[in-house]
């Protein structure tokens, strides 16, 4: 009804403005022929004037006609638009309704859900509560049930509440032996694996992070001398050098047939040492007699005393233990001289050191006390040659006389199994020991194994066919093998690392395992010029 009442309207006030248009007109014309009647015949000016209405009246008509279209045409423009816009606003109501009917939907479904779970809830607290009730009926009855047999126990057996439980527990006892002693195995047997486990992890992990040279160190006491000419001056007249400087010296100095060498023996591994530096400076100096002897022995021996303390303090240093006495300072320079199967002593207990405080931190112990425990295991090592006994037991007087903690003398005394260890510090050093003296290289008995046995794996690597290169690495835990691309694909990789290892586990003999790992890889070089 609102479009129609509005094209009415503006087709009426169309015609109220033509038709005035159209009175003025005429009214203009009315006035011009009043005008025209004074001068003129008003006859002639009658005429004109009728026909001058008629002509405008005719061009009101006109101007009404064309206001009245053009006026419908404007009421169909607008009556479109208005059209166009209730359809948008009537597809906008549709998706309003959509949305809110979808919505509808959704807050219908999660209320279902929810009555869903409060029933779940519901029927879960009911059964929680039936079985309340129940376990306390239980209670309750067993609470009966012993309470009458302890009644009828006393009354049976007419003896007090003490000896009652003293028998109802052995009968349980005796009842469930098999199955006390079934668990406390299970048990045992579970952390002994997992005690094992743990023990490798961290064993290995102290392997790894300490980086030691895997080399051996020997020390030599033979002395070269540019010509053979000065073994007769190293002799003297009559033998007197050679006796002056084994009476300094406390050595045996051997000079035979071999070219260019003076051998030096003796077992104490310091005066071996003074005696080879001092031999070395007279055969440089060329003088040699009885007086210069003593000098420069001498000399050699007091430059050998301040080397050893300095060694000994850099030892300690390296190894981060801290308060030592001057004694035990001294005693670990001296193990720098000291060799155990090729294996430098001093070195030795500097990784044993280090490998005990990585194993302690990994325990949760004190790393600084397992350090001490680790660099003083082998301090006996020094003085074994002047003491009767074995270095464990030297070692652990020594650092008794010096007043160190219960932990060292254990540890020191103990790290061999010679007595019980008492501190958790003890197998610490033992384990530590072991690995120092086992790792390839350490000395010299296992470096020509270790050698071979890497050769072996990179030559059982190398004789397949496609394999390019084959290195050792990991301290030959691991073969890294480089295959030729243009010879071998990605399928037949697997199948050569599969081969690989069963060929190494057909003729090799080695601790732990062997990763092998092949490589494959396709290289395009070209260059811009």
Known sequence: MRPQIYLAVVSNGMLFVWIGLALLVGAGVWEAVGRALGKAQRKAASTEAEQITAEARKKSEDIVKAGRIEAKEEALTKRDEFDKVCAETRNELKGVERRLEKRED?????????????????????????????????????????????????????????????????????????????????????????????????????????????????????????????????????????????????????????????????????????????????????????????????????????????????????????????????????????????????????????????MADELGLDGALARRCGLLHDIGKAVDHEVEGGHPQIGSDICKRVNEPDEVLNAVAGHHGDIPATSPYTPLVTSADAISAARPGGRRESLDKYIKRLEQLEDIASAFDGVRQAYAIQAGREIRVIVDASQVDDKRTVKIAHDI???????????????????????????AR
């Open 106 to 358: 959704n807050f219908e479904s999660k209320l279902d859900v929810l009555a869903s779970k409060e029933k779940s809830l519901e029927r879960a607290k009911a059964d929680m509560d039936q079985r309340q009730q129940t376990i306390l009926e239980k209670e309750e009855k067993t609470g009966q049930i012993l309470e009458e047999q302890r009644k009828t126990l006393l009354r049976v057996a007419d003896m007090g509440l003490d000896e009652a439980k003293r028998l109802l527990f052995e009968r349980l006892e005796k009842e469930y032996e098999h199955d006390v002693a079934e668990m406390m195995d299970r048990r045992l047997s579970q952390a002994e694996e997992e005690a094992e486990g743990k023990c490798r992890d961290i064993i290995i992990t102290a392997i790894q992070r300490y980086a030691a040279p895997h080399s051996s160190e020997n020390t030599v006491s033979t002395v070269t001398i540019p010509s053979d000419d000065l073994k007769g001056r190293v002799i003297g007249r009559e033998g007197r050098n050679i006796r002056a400087f084994e009476k300094a010296t406390g050595v045996d100095v051997i000079v035979d047939d071999t070219p260019g060498a003076i051998v030096v023996s003796a077992f104490e591994p310091i005066r071996r040492e003074i005696a080879r530096r001092a031999m070395e400076k007279l055969v440089l100096d060329g003088r040699i007699h009885p007086a210069r002897i003593e000098e420069v022995v001498e000399e050699t021996q007091e430059r050998m005393g301040k080397e050893v303390i300095e060694l000994g303090k850099k030892a300690a240093l390296e190894a981060n233990v801290r308060g030592l006495n001057r004694k035990l300072i001294d005693l670990l320079g001296r193990l720098s001289f000291r060799t155990s199967y090729g294996q430098n002593v001093l070195r030795h207990s500097i990784e044993v050191a280090y490998l005990c405080q990585i």
């Open 501 to 527: 290892a069963r060929k190494i586990e057909e003729q090799m003999t080695y601790p732990g395992e062997v990763r092998v790992t092949l490589l494959r890889e396709v290289r395009a070089v070209e260059y």
